[in-house]
């Protein structure tokens, strides 16, 4: 089998992941969705002990991930040709499990492929995004998940944190212009590098709601980030 190309997500997956938006293992749980993501570009049939197909005829064809122990994550999706369909993030208590629930097997199957025949969801158009201080937005997994009026409150925020620094008051309790030199370079530095982080975001959100990404999504958007 060939690497993959194409990434979907459903309308299902976007919901269940938001039930988790708030918790504290929020970001290891998204780093653990890109991490399974980057494990099947170059092998599909990629398994783990934490990671592996259903068999039995109901569940046969859908795969599990662990996402985490404590709260009990557990992401489901299928692979077909060249794409990864993300479509639930659930628990262990959603199906049949060291010889327990096998009563859940079919609900659970008619759940997840019905959430895939109703199609590819590229954004989930999130309200809000949470961040405190400019570097929050360079390195966050949400901006292209957000509404583009959301992303233009944090721009103007940005922006003008590069004229009066508010945040860097707020959170340091002390004016900009008296803070050490490096730490002024460095906070505009990082607040450029967020506005620049914002206009790429802003473009990609435009090409989803034009609908140019009505039958996949490069795996990139799905990758996690390493630095630079």
């Given at each position: 089998?060939?690497?993959?190309k ?11 992941l ?5 918790h504290?293992r ?80 079919l ?99 435009r ?22």
């Amino acid at each position: 089998m060939s690497g993959l190309k194409f990434i979907t997500m459903t309308q299902l997956f976007w919901d269940t992941l938001e039930q988790h938006r708030g918790h504290r293992r929020y970001a290891d749980m998204r780093a653990r969705i890109a991490f399974s993501v980057e494990r099947k570009i170059d092998d599909p049939t990629y398994r783990s002990n934490s990671e592996y197909p259903f068999y039995g005829k109901n569940l046969e064809g859908i795969w599990h991930a662990k996402l985490s122990v404590n709260p009990d994550v557990v992401m489901f999706y299928t692979i077909s040709s060249e794409t990864m369909n993300l479509a639930m993030i659930g628990s262990h208590h959603d199906y049949p499990h060291q010889g327990k629930n096998g009563q859940k097997a079919l609900p659970l199957a008619k759940k997840i492929w019905t959430s895939l025949d109703r199609g590819h969801v590229p954004s989930p158009g999130w309200d809000r995004i949470k961040w405190n201080v400019p570097a929050d937005i360079t390195w966050s997994f949400e901006l292209e998940e957000t509404t583009l009026d959301h992303l233009e409150e944090i721009e103007e925020e940005l922006k003008l944190e590069m004229q009066d620094a508010p945040i860097f008051e707020r959170v340091h309790g002390q004016k900009l212009d008296d803070a050490d030199i490096d730490v002024f370079t460095e906070w505009l530095a990082e607040t450029d590098r967020a506005l620049e982080v914002i206009d790429r975001a802003q473009e990609r959100v435009r090409a989803i709601n034009r609908g140019k990404e009505a039958t996949g999504k490069p795996i990139k958007a799905f990758a996690p980030k390493f630095g630079g």
